[in-house]
């Protein structure tokens, strides 16, 4: 069985969504026009595309990290919306989050 390895997003402005996740994640992005960028994350990888309509909602996207009281300082810093302060649950601690186009996004270590 594989495991997920690509996460597209639909989001209104690509480069917004760059300068945010860079900000919170320091992903390296690859450009595909004015349209489209490509992160490159630890685990999986992905997308961002203004084709179409940002739909928030669905299934909650978790990104390990290494800092969690790190990331969420930058989470702050960059403006998102904390919908979870940090907590700690069986395996790990996690908060959750939203973009600037709506998703609920989570950070998370052991």
Not at 27 to 48: A, L, Q, R
Not at 82 to 106: N, V, W
Request: net charge negative; proline share 8%; charged share 25%.
């Amino acid at each position: 069985m594989r495991l997920p390895d690509y996460v597209e997003f639909v989001v209104k402005d690509a480069a917004r969504s760059k300068a945010f996740y860079s900000a919170i994640f320091g992903w390296p992005f690859t450009d595909y026009g004015p349209d489209y960028t490509s992160f490159e994350g630890p685990c999986v990888s992905g997308g961002f595309t203004t084709d179409g309509t940002p739909r928030p909602g669905g299934p909650l996207m978790v990104f390990a990290v290494d800092d969690i009281e790190t990331v969420f300082a930058k989470a702050k810093a960059a403006g998102a919306a904390i919908t979870k302060e940090i907590f700690t649950f069986p395996g790990g601690r996690r908060f959750q989050f939203t973009d600037p186009d709506g998703y609920e996004i989570a950070a998370w270590t052991e």
